[in-house]
């Protein structure tokens, strides 16, 4: 069973639609949860850290729930700009440099 | 500022051959990762440096594959001999300090597409 869990996907989404991602993690010292970006043939981006009381960053929402080991990623208003695969990322509290990815989810936001 | 470059972009080699990846870091980052994506699998930890030091290389998958960073700057990847699972993209990446530290992002290279044949 993989560390982080993600729906490969693709969601095929039209343009001001809302989409949700989730993600599973399985090892219960898992610290630190990251939502990377990554679009084709690119190097993975930091779209945003995920914190235990959930954030905001314009439209992206991300949440957090310990005692489900779960993460999510809410996209409001989706633009065609938003199509790439989002990586789900997790650092253990004993490894504090070793990013963990999922295999991501790709997002197709079509006109 | 420059980003994290790696060279080369593209890379086509015979099985059992020799292939050296280069990664220059972002200029005054210490830590330097190499990480990879096999083909249908999700990207994977390779290792880790501080400066010139190793400090984590469990994700190497075996004696084949051969990490440096000389003089704590630029880094480079040796795969010998290239075997057909070796194919995929190699990415570095670079940070000040630990990601897990607020404001401590790590920056990843385009990576290198390795293709063995």
């Known amino acids: 069973r993989k560390e982080v869990e993600q729906d490969p996907g693709p969601f095929n989404v039209p343009e001001g639609a809302t989409v949700a991602f989730n993600c599973t993690y399985s090892?219960?010292?898992?610290?630190?949860f990251f939502w990377y970006r990554q679009d084709c043939r690119k190097e993975p981006k930091l779209l945003m850290s995920v914190y235990s009381s959930g954030n905001e960053d314009g439209r992206f929402t991300a949440q957090l729930n310990r005692a489900s080991q779960y993460i999510s990623l809410l996209i409001r208003d989706s633009k065609l700009s938003d199509s790439a695969t989002y990586l789900c990322v997790v650092i253990r509290m004993d490894s504090s440099y070793k990013l963990i990815f999922g295999s991501g989810t790709r997002l197709l936001v079509r006109p | 500022e420059a980003g994290v470059t790696q060279f080369p972009s593209h890379s086509v080699i015979e099985k059992g051959q020799t292939v050296t990846l280069r990664c220059d870091p972002i200029?005054?980052?210490?830590?330097l990762y190499w990480y990879r994506r096999v083909m249908g699998k999700e990207i994977k930890f390779l290792l880790h440096f501080v400066k010139e030091s190793k400090q984590d290389e469990s994700g190497m998958p075996n004696n084949r594959f051969l990490a440096e960073r000389t003089g704590g700057t630029y880094s480079t990847l040796k795969v010998q001999p290239a075997e057909l699972e070796d194919s995929g993209v190699y990415f570095c990446?670079?940070?000040?300090?630990?990601?897990?530290?607020?404001?401590?992002?790590?920056?990843f290279g385009e990576g290198s597409w390795l293709t063995v044949v």
């Open positions: 990446a670079s940070s000040q300090d630990s990601p897990r530290r607020s404001g401590n992002t790590i920056y």
């Open positions: 200029s005054g980052h210490d830590n």
């Open positions: 090892n219960s010292a898992s610290q630190s």
